[in-house]
C-alpha cells in the first residue's frame, strides 16, 4: 500500500527524520531560530499528540516519506508532505493528490512563498494560489504563506 499507518517506532523517530530535511529545505528560507522552532512545534512527541487529538492523520508515503493532514468538512488539509532529497522528483506528490482526492474534497494547503520547489510543485499538480497569507508565529516570527487549493473532481 502506497500510503500507510505510523507504527509508535515512526512516531519515535518522527523528530529525527524531519530535523535534516528542514534544515536542507529552510536553511535559506526563514532564521534558523524559526527552523528550531517550528520543528518543536510540529514534531516534538508532546506536540504530535495534540495533533492527533486535533484530528490530523499521520501516513508514511511509500515507506519513504511523511504526509500528515486533516480530513475536514470541505476540504482536506494537507499539513505536511516531506521527501528526503534522494526520493524527490519521482512522482510521490503525484500519488499522494491522487490518494487524497478518492476523499471527494479539495485538497488545501500552506507553503512558505520562499519554498520555490514546493510551490513548484504544487502548480505542477494542478493547484492554485487562492490567497497570501501571513501566519504570526510570535515572537516576531512571521511565515509569509500561499494558501493553495486542488479542486476535486466530485
Known amino acids: 500500500m502506497f500510503l500507510t499507518d505510523f507504527t509508535k517506532q515512526d512516531f519515535d523517530n518522527l523528530y529525527n527524520f524531519m530535523?535534516?530535511?528542514?534544515v536542507e529545505t529552510y536553511t535559506n528560507i526563514i532564521p534558523k531560530a524559526q527552523i528550531e522552532f517550528l520543528l518543536d512545534k510540529y514534531f516534538k512527541a508532546e506536540n504530535v499528540q495534540n495533533?492527533?487529538?486535533?484530528?490530523?492523520?499521520?501516513?508514511?508515503?511509500?515507506?519513504?516519506?511523511?504526509?500528515?493532514?486533516?480530513?475536514?468538512?470541505?476540504?482536506?488539509?494537507i499539513d505536511k508532505l516531506y521527501l528526503p532529497q534522494e526520493f524527490r522528483g519521482k512522482g510521490y506528490p503525484e500519488k499522494v493528490f491522487n490518494e487524497l482526492l478518492k476523499l471527494g474534497?479539495?485538497?488545501?494547503?500552506?507553503v512558505n512563498q520562499a519554498n520555490k520547489r514546493a510551490v513548484a510543485c504544487y502548480l505542477k499538480n494542478g493547484f492554485i494560489i487562492e490567497v497570501i497569507h501571513d501566519v504570526d508565529l510570535g515572537n516576531g516570527m512571521i511565515n509569509k504563506d500561499?494558501?493553495?487549493?486542488?479542486?476535486?473532481?466530485?
Open 19 to 22: 530535523r535534516p530535511i528542514w
Open 51 to 77: 495533533f492527533i487529538k486535533k484530528g490530523y492523520s499521520y501516513k508514511k508515503v511509500d515507506g519513504v516519506g511523511v504526509l500528515i493532514y486533516q480530513e475536514r468538512d470541505n476540504d482536506v488539509f
Open 105 to 110: 474534497k479539495d485538497l488545501t494547503l500552506n
Open 146 to 154: 500561499y494558501i493553495m487549493r486542488k479542486k476535486s473532481n466530485k
